[in-house]
């Protein structure tokens, strides 16, 4: 695409180089020693050198008229990509001043997600071109525009000429699969390789009956009475309800995009590994997430249309601007989005997984109304809380000046469950690792 002057603005800022002062030095030492003896060498080498420093003098006259700047062409091979692969954009800038400066760097102005992995510069007859090739994370990013850094031959002025373009640039990176084993069956309640109701050995209301105990089996099943009867330990079997729709809802807020990787790299790998391992079971899926900006709300998925899931997590856009609060404005419409989605995807006893970071008491109220909604209808609840420090410590590392705020969300869960005590809605992300 072509770039006219409609479609950006261009701000020119300047600053004094390495040259500025040595340059400024010798030139008044020079004019001082010519004027005082008043030699005709020394004169004549003075003006020379006056000459010579005219010409950065003269390129910040003309970079302060921007207007003068023809158009810009900017050339992108594609404008969606999977993770770890390379976009190459191509800026070429008509203006023969460009062929006098030297270019120091360039940036990308966007989200913190778009990553600059080599950049190559030529200088043509009439211009410079540069050839840019980004990576970025999963996600949805927006290129604002570019940064330059230039100086003159002198290193007399340095300049930053900042393109922002009127209509950012979307990029859209599709998610790559990376193996993450999880414990889904144990802490997911009725998922099963089998999506339909029947009476089968698992958690439920109903005894189906009382056989040894195994390894792995939950010690809260033992029967007490059947272990002192028999001398070993017996445990209870339930008929297992297996569900045909599963609902998948993720509340997002700004503090998942920070950090060094950002906790929401590892957590969208965590929702596609577990999502994928929910649809090839065979249930039908639908899946919201809702972040501080925007609500994604997918169609029905089935094991026949996987790649909506990858399509999904692939419109989740990452902020330009993080911004500090002590709520969550994804968890305040939490309660009204679950129950929309519901209604769009449920028609019967259905499923509810909601990942979410509880931060503040309304939260805690809103996931007991929630609770309360669904068990009128007779749906399942389970909710994972998805602490950012926590996930990144666990999967990858966090900073020494970090561990406060691991603590710190280790004290909120433990104040969480405290208000949520006897309810098994509510585990740690760590549950599923």
């Known amino acids: 695409m072509i770039l006219t002057s409609n479609d950006y603005e261009m701000n020119v800022y300047s600053s004094k180089g390495l040259g500025f002062y040595p340059i400024t030095f ?11 003896s008043r030699n005709n060498i020394c004169i004549l080498f003075t003006i020379l050198i006056l000459g010579t420093i005219s010409l950065p003098i003269s390129i910040h ?27 190459g954009i191509t800026v070429s800038f008509e203006y023969q001043l460009f062929e006098l ?23 043509n007859k009439g211009g410079f071109s540069a050839k840019i090739f980004i990576q970025g994370y999963c996600g949805k990013h927006l290129i604002r525009g570019l940064t330059i850094f230039f100086s003159d031959p002198l290193l007399y002025i340095n300049y930053r000429i900042e393109i922002i373009l009127v209509k950012p640039v979307l990029i859209h990176i599709v998610p790559k699969q990376t193996y993450i084993e999880l414990n889904v069956e144990r802490n997911i309640p009725y998922i099963s390789y089998e999506a339909q109701f029947s009476k089968r050995k698992g958690i439920g209301v109903n005894i189906l009956g009382i056989r040894e105990y195994l390894p792995g089996d939950d010690y ?15 445990v209870k079997e339930f008929e297992k309800h297996l569900c045909r729709d599963v609902l998948f809802i993720a509340s997002i807020h700004d503090g998942f995009f920070t950090g060094n990787p950002p906790a929401i790299v590892y957590l969208l790998r965590i929702i596609l590994n577990l999502l994928i391992r929910i649809v090839n079971i065979g249930v039908n899926l639908g899946i919201g997430i809702a972040t501080e900006g ?13 790649k909506h899931i990858y399509e999904i997590l692939s419109l989740v856009t990452w902020p330009l601007v993080i911004e500090r609060k002590s709520y969550s404005s994804a968890n305040r419409i939490l309660r009204w989005f ?27 109220e809103n996931i007991k109304k929630i609770l309360k909604e669904l068990m009128v209808k007779h749906y399942t609840l389970k909710i994972f809380l998805i602490q950012p420090t926590t996930i990144r410590f666990i999967l990858s590392s966090i900073e020494f000046n970090e561990f406060n705020d691991l603590q710190s969300e280790a004290a909120t869960y433990s104040y969480i469950m405290k208000y949520l005590k006897g309810s098994d809605i509510v585990s740690p992300i760590t549950d599923l690792l």
């Open 220 to 234: 809260r099943r033992i029967d007490w009475k059947a272990t002192a009867r028999t001398l070993k330990l017996m």
């Open 101 to 123: 400066l030297k270019i120091k760097k360039l940036t990308i102005i966007s989200d913190k997600g778009i990553k600059v992995s080599e950049i190559y510069f030529r200088k």
């Open 61 to 87: 006259r003309i970079l302060k008229n921007v207007s003068d700047i023809k158009s810009i062409t900017m050339d992108i091979t594609s404008l969606s990509a999977i993770e770890d692969e390379q976009i």
């Open 338 to 364: 679950t129950n929309e989605l519901i209604n769009k995807f449920c028609s019967e006893s259905c499923l509810v997984i909601i990942f979410m970071d509880i931060i503040d008491d309304l939260d805690i």
């Open 26 to 36: 010798i030139v008044s030492l020079l004019l001082s020693i010519s004027i005082a």
């Open 294 to 306: 925007e609500i994604i709300v997918s169609n029905r998925i089935t094991k026949y249309n996987l």
